[in-house]
């Protein structure tokens, strides 16, 4: 009687459809070994990452089917415990993903997925993208919450935190760059245009985000940018009223004191001028009188 109850194989099918397809999720619980009791998804390609099923193709497979390759893999372990097999419903996620992304539209998934991997299905985002305002609608408890979510934190973060999971159903909106949010930055700068607004964010950084202004004196030659970091123009708005103000920039960087720069605030209107002629010459000026004092520096002490 004892080797009869070795032998026994229980075989369980709850709510199981007729054939395994990818999406279903199937649970497998074998009596007795923990080890080998898993809860494992169905891939696109027909196979699950359960352990002793790895890279075998169950897909039309029923669960029956799958009870005996268990069984035969087992043996080989000296096993024959009791094995439960449940197949769920399908567990494929739908979602939408709308707006300034690559290609909007319905997207299909295997669970589980983030919302990183759901913008990167959809194409990724579009130039005019704000990364730092992404929406996710759904319903939860019968009730439409919405959710907004600071990509550019997972983009720049060296920590292992995901971003959140899609749920299925969800609608995904990435907004376009709103000027209440975001700074413009015109003029003599590499990628002139709108910028969203970190809070603390100051003139340098808004500088860095559309491609700075070239050269240690405000001019690179290579890039024909001609910025004048000494007289940066940035109209803000102070108690409901545009403000003009000049900085120089170059000045800030020489003494490294970035953190004394003028904040930004989002609606601020950025213009870095073109160096001008006299004020070109005069660089050069400079340099040369540097050189020069450099050299009779050198004269003078060899003649020591």
Not at 30 to 56: N, R
Not at 61 to 67: E, F, H, I, T
Not at 103 to 109: M, N, V
Not at 123 to 152: C, H, P, S, W
Request: with cysteine.
């Amino acid at each position: 009687m004892t080797w009869l109850l070795l032998l026994y194989v229980n075989t369980l099918s709850i709510g199981a459809p007729a054939y395994i397809r990818p999406g279903n999720q199937l649970k497998i619980t074998v009596s007795g070994h923990p080890e080998f009791t898993q809860a494992v998804m169905i891939l696109k390609d027909g196979s699950c990452e359960y352990p002793l099923l790895a890279g075998v193709p169950i897909e039309g497979l029923s669960a029956d089917d799958v009870k005996d390759l268990l069984r035969s893999a087992l043996l080989r372990f000296d096993l024959e415990p009791d094995i439960f097999v449940i197949v769920t419903e399908d567990r494929m996620l739908k979602f939408h993903v709308f707006g300034e992304i690559s290609h909007p539209g319905k997207f299909e998934a295997e669970s589980p997925l983030n919302l990183q991997q759901a913008l990167a299905m959809a194409g990724g985002f579009t130039e005019e993208a704000d990364n730092f305002r992404v929406y996710i609608m759904r319903i939860e408890n019968l009730q439409r919450k919405q959710y907004t979510i600071n990509m550019n934190e997972y983009f720049i973060s060296d920590s292992l935190v995901l971003p959140p999971e899609i749920l299925d159903n969800d609608i995904i909106t990435v907004p376009r760059i709103s000027s209440k949010w975001s700074a413009r930055v015109l003029g003599a700068v590499s990628e002139p245009g709108l910028y969203p607004v970190i809070p603390g964010d100051n003139l340098m950084d808004l500088l860095v985000k559309a491609g700075e202004i070239g050269g240690s004196y405000g001019y690179d030659y290579r890039q024909n940018l001609g910025g004048d970091r000494r007289r940066i123009i940035h109209i803000t708005h102070v108690n409901g009223q545009l403000v003009r103000n000049i900085v120089n920039v170059h000045k800030f960087m020489q003494s490294g004191r970035y953190s004394e720069l003028p904040i930004v605030s989002g609606g601020d209107l950025i213009i870095v001028p073109r160096i001008s002629r006299w004020r070109d010459v005069w660089t050069w000026m400079e340099r040369t009188l540097q050189i020069m004092g450099f050299v009779t520096a050198i004269i003078v002490f060899s003649n020591l």
